[in-house]
């Protein structure tokens, strides 16, 4: 069947402008989560959602960035007013119901949304 | 609080050759720990993961990880590494459910690894 899906692929954005990203889950994952990969740098935790439990945005690095979930599928990442520090690779993943809790961990990822912040 | 560290950003090795990519990680809860692979232009997915039992634990392509308490340590191994082993691998630390932090994965900076022929 079909992996999570990212779209863009690449965007390329003028410094002050607003961008989103989606990330389409995989069919019956009712976890989603989206990450930061800065170049030389680990995976940074943005944003975590499960089923209709208000989401976990701990890892939101300002008010500048939001994330949605509609109906409980589709996500979309925005960044408004984007910085330079802002560019990196935004990677969704998500979980299906059975290891959210007996294994967390087993994410399926997408193939990441490339940012350049000119 | 999580963290993990991953000794070495780029590691290379001939074919045929051990790999060994190392991991420690820090954790006031009792961890699981995760090996994931991000080949080039791919997202990550989950090469073996810990989480209760056996400390010795097999996954894809021949890996293999042991999870050592003591050491605070999860280091990744291969016999014989092939040429398609050339990837970046990713370490990664998670609260178990019951500890409330089950949610987050913490990842390591991550190490890349060339194969040599």
């Known amino acids: 069947g079909a992996g999570v899906s990212q779209s863009p692929s690449n965007k390329v954005t003028e410094k002050g402008k607003d961008v989103e990203l989606r990330c389409d889950p995989i069919?019956?994952?009712?976890?989603l989560y989206w990450y930061r990969q800065s170049l030389g740098q680990g995976l940074e935790f943005l944003i975590y959602?499960?089923?209709?439990?208000?989401?976990?945005k701990s890892g939101l690095p300002s008010d500048r960035f939001s994330a949605e979930r509609t109906g409980g599928s589709v996500s979309t990442l925005t960044i408004q007013r984007t910085q330079q520090e802002d560019s990196a690779v935004y990677l969704c993943?998500?979980?299906?119901?059975?290891?959210?809790?007996?294994?967390?961990?087993?994410?399926?990822f997408g193939e990441g949304s490339r940012l350049t912040v000119l | 609080a999580q963290s993990v560290t991953q000794l070495g950003s780029h590691v290379s090795v001939s074919e045929g050759a051990l790999v060994l990519l190392r991991c420690n990680y820090s954790?006031?809860?009792?961890?699981?720990l995760f090996w994931y692979v991000q080949y080039p232009n791919q997202g990550l997915q989950l090469l073996l993961k810990?989480?209760?039992?056996?400390?010795l634990v097999k996954g894809i392509n021949g890996f293999e990880a042991e999870f050592k308490k003591s050491e605070t340590s999860f280091h990744l191994t291969k016999p014989s590494a092939h040429m398609s082993d050339a990837a970046e691998y990713f370490c990664?630390?998670?609260?178990?459910?019951?500890?409330?932090?089950?949610?987050?994965?913490?990842f390591g900076s991550g190490t890349q690894l060339t194969v040599l022929p």
């Open positions: 959602f499960q089923g209709n439990s208000a989401p976990d």
């Open positions: 990664a630390v998670s609260g178990t459910p019951l500890s409330g932090s089950a949610r987050q994965l913490t």
């Open positions: 993943a998500s979980s299906p119901p059975w290891a959210s809790l007996a294994a967390p961990g087993e994410l399926f």
């Open positions: 954790s006031s809860v009792p961890p699981y």
């Open positions: 069919s019956g994952h009712t976890a």
């Open positions: 810990y989480t209760t039992g056996a400390t």
